[in-house]
């Protein structure tokens, strides 16, 4: 089974900082890795899909990147909405595993 | 638009059963591939199974032998059959449309309300 590891855990910043929220796997996924947003009480959005492909519908400020094990999702200026716990996930290898999240929090 | 709808979650003892439906509208239900995914409590996602549209299954092994995923495009409805219920299956359970372009597995693309199954005696 694949492992994600996400960090931080936490992440306290302002709105219009910059957002940077890693993900690592256990082993190479190649670029088979997305990312979600979750609001509380709330099912998870498909915010990127394969490293780097932005989902329909989701605004240019997120951005993803990486390849193999390690991967960096972006928010280039946090705007209110924004703050949520973050997941990745890989569709690799079954079974597909989710990273164990990255909360953004305002500071 | 497309909707999902998850319906069946409740209050069950350890070691019954429930069953979870989940309909759907808004698509192609049978061309689609769909899957179910649980969020405990406070906690992170876990993926459970997962139904392609030629009807290949697969399973974590968590819920291997207990759970059983099925669909029916006729119904335009998917199903999750939950035996043997523990205390570690308590939480949200989510079904999915399944975004994989270009290979076998995929994303959670749309996803339902959730519904709360929650197992204590």
């Known amino acids: 089974e694949i492992v994600l590891t996400q960090s931080p855990a936490t992440l306290s910043l302002s709105p219009g900082e910059r957002a940077t929220l890693s993900c690592r796997a256990s082993?190479?996924?190649?670029?088979?890795l997305g990312w979600y947003q979750q609001k509380a009480g709330q099912a998870p959005r498909l915010l990127i899909y394969?490293?780097?492909n932005r989902a329909t519908g989701i605004p240019t400020r997120f951005s993803g990147s990486g390849s193999g094990t390690d991967f960096t999702l972006t928010i280039s200026s946090l705007e209110p909405e924004d703050f949520a716990v973050y997941y990745c996930?890989?569709?690799?290898?079954?079974?597909?595993?989710f990273g164990p999240g990255t909360k953004v929090d305002i500071k | 638009q497309v909707q999902l709808v998850e319906s069946g979650g409740g209050l069950v003892k350890p070691g019954g059963s429930l069953r979870l439906s989940c309909a759907a509208s808004?698509?192609?239900?049978?061309?689609?591939?769909m899957s179910w995914i649980r969020q405990a409590p406070g906690k992170g996602l876990e993926w459970l199974s997962y139904?392609?549209?030629?009807?290949?299954?697969?399973?974590v092994d968590s819920v291997r032998g207990r759970f059983t995923i099925s669909r029916d495009s006729a119904k335009n409805s998917l199903y999750l059959q939950m035996n043997s219920l523990g205390a570690e299956d308590t939480a949200v359970y989510y079904c999915?449309?399944?975004f994989g372009p270009g290979y076998s597995y995929g994303y959670g693309d749309f996803w339902g309300q959730g519904a709360l199954v929650t197992v204590s005696s």
């Open positions: 808004g698509f192609s239900f049978s061309d689609s591939y």
């Open positions: 139904i392609t549209s030629r009807g290949a299954i697969f399973y």
């Open positions: 996930q890989q569709r690799s290898n079954w079974p597909l595993t």
């Open positions: 082993q190479s996924v190649s670029t088979y």
């Open positions: 999915a449309t399944v």
């Open positions: 394969d490293a780097s």
